[in-house]
Nanobody, 128 residues
């Protein structure tokens, strides 16, 4: 049974940092892309960042480029999202997800439709 558990969310002031973790079990990660998504009430879930299998190429949405960093440790089955210089518009529920086969070598999908397994999410609130 594949499980993803996100943690690290919370309340932060603008300009502060948070690190999200996603611990994955029940699957061998090596070749799967992993994505981070966020959702706010009334809006569709949107891609924030993804990392391709074996720590290959990454992708970031324009508004987080230069502020967020995605990383993976396949031995620990954990994927991280380091979020710096947080802004109020970064507020939302953050989800991690595992790519849906067939896996794209050298890239990762930035749409939620490209993912098969999802965690329950962790709330991030950026407010002064």
């Amino acid at each position: 049974q594949v499980q993803l558990v996100e943690s690290g969310g919370g309340l932060a002031q603008p300009g502060e940092s948070l690190t999200l973790s996603c611990v994955i079990s029940g699957i061998t990660l090596n070749y799967y892309g992993i994505g981070w998504f966020r959702q706010v009430p009334g809006k569709e879930r949107e891609g924030v960042s993804c990392i391709s299998g074996s720590g290959g190429p990454t992708w970031y949405m324009n508004s987080v480029k230069g502020r967020f960093t995605i990383a993976r440790d396949d031995a620990k089955k954990t994927v991280y999202l380091q979020m710096n210089s947080l802004k109020p518009e970064d507020t939302g529920v953050y989800y991690c997800a595992i790519e849906k086969p067939p896996i794209k070598i050298g890239s990762c999908p930035n749409s939620p439709y490209g993912y098969a397994y999802w965690g329950q999410g962790t709330q991030v609130t950026v407010s002064s």
